[in-house]
T-cell receptor, first 113, second 112 residues
Framework: GAGVSQTPSNKVTEKGKYVELRCDPI?????LYWYRQSLGQGPEFLIY????????DSGLPNDRFFAVRPEGSVSTLKIQRTERGDSAVYLC???????????FGPGTRLLVL | GNSVTQMEGPVTLSEEAFLTINCTYT??????LFWYVQYPGEGLQLLLK?????DKGSNKGFEATYRKETTSFHLEKGSVQVSDSAVYFC???????????FGSGTRLQVQP
């Protein structure tokens, strides 16, 4: 079946601009996660949704980062006033109920110039 | 808090050599342990997992045993192939927090 999909696959923006990254989880998965992976590092947790609500947003680095999942399926990660340090690969993952294996999407590579 | 430490790479081996990638962890509670693999140009894929002490996860010839006494989950394969060239990530979780905690990754290069 279809896996986790993310769009766009690449995004280039200028410092100070606003960006939105989209994640489409595996159908029926109630848990959705966002991670950020910097070059040469492992993924770092940003936020976790169970259904429509953000159950844990403790990994968001500051208030420029925000994520929504209004209908409990697709999620959007929003970054305001982007900075060069935001450049990374943003990964989305989903799992059936939140306690099982997480399945990752291919990621969105964000470059802030 | 939770943390994962992996051996640094790159690890360069000849085809059919024996592979060990070390992974140790620090965690509260009773985490599950995972190895994920990232092939060039592809996303993270689950390679294997173990959910409790002394469990052995295995897949595609790779194995790892959950050792609570040494807080380790080392990845092994008896005979590597060129197609195994990738970055391997050890991870733990979820515990009280649902997120996975990843190590920094180990790049494996297998030469023919």
């Amino acid at each position: 079946g279809a896996g986790v999909s993310q769009t766009p696959s690449n995004k280039v923006t200028e410092k100070g601009k606003y960006v939105e990254l989209r994640c489409d989880p595996i159908s029926g998965h109630t848990a959705l996660y966002w991670y950020r992976q910097s070059l040469g590092q492992g993924p770092e947790f940003l936020i976790y949704f169970q259904g429509t609500g953000a159950a844990d947003d403790s990994g968001l680095p500051n208030d420029r980062f925000f994520a929504v999942r209004p209908e409990g399926s697709v999620s959007t990660l929003k970054i305001q006033r982007t900075e060069r340090g935001d450049s990374a690969v943003y990964l989305c993952a989903s799992s059936p109920l939140g306690l099982e294996t997480q399945y990752f999407g291919p990621g969105t590579r964000l470059l802030v110039l | 808090g939770n943390s994962v430490t992996q051996m640094e790479g790159p690890v360069t081996l000849s085809e059919e050599a024996f592979l060990t990638i070390n992974c140790t962890y620090t965690a509260t509670g009773y985490p599950s342990l995972f190895w994920y693999v990232q092939y060039p140009g592809e996303g993270l894929q689950l390679l294997l997992k173990a959910t409790k002490a002394d469990d052995k996860g295995s897949n595609k010839g790779f194995e790892a045993t959950y050792r609570k006494e040494t807080t380790s989950f080392h990845l092994e394969k008896g005979s590597v192939q060129v197609s195994d060239s990738a970055v391997y990530f050890c991870a733990l979780g979820p515990t009280g927090r649902r997120a996975l905690t990843f190590g920094s990754g180990t790049r494996l290069q297998v030469q023919p």
